[in-house]
């Protein structure tokens, strides 16, 4: 088992950036891809981004892409999504997974085996 933990969801004005932490506990030994959704009120979960085992893959949803960026660190068990020329739009609860596909990359959340709680990002306009 392995505990999801993000962290620096708040309010943002639109055009600012925002750096959002995930923080891995448990079971860190085993390899894992990682990976960022989002779920805005009233709509399903989406893909944002996704990094494979050791950094080797990353891919993007085409909403967030050249403004986002997914970036890990396995020293720390840490994961970050840095989020630059926010849009209204980009408002969500935003949700850390890893998935057990250590060197696969997977978009779906059917794919992924642990979630945190999610960090809500506010973008006022």
């Known amino acids: 088992q392995v505990q999801l933990v993000e962290s620096g969801g708040g309010l943002v004005q639109a055009g600012d950036s925002r750096r959002l932490s995930c923080a891995l506990s448990?079971?860190?030994?085993?390899?894992?891809?990682m990976a960022w959704f989002r779920q805005a009120p009233g709509k399903e979960r989406e893909f944002v981004a996704t990094?494979?085992?050791?950094?080797?893959?990353?891919r993007y949803a085409d909403s967030v892409k050249g403004r986002f960026t997914i970036a890990r660190d396995d020293a720390e068990n840490m994961v970050y999504l840095q989020m630059n020329s926010l849009k209204p739009e980009d408002t969500a609860v935003y949700y850390c997974a890893a998935t057990t596909k250590a060197f696969q990359v997977v978009t779906t959340p059917r794919g992924m085996d642990y979630w945190g709680k999610g960090t809500l990002v506010t973008v006022s306009s």
């Open positions: 990094v494979t085992w050791r950094g080797s893959t990353t």
């Open positions: 448990g079971r860190t030994s085993s390899s894992y891809a």
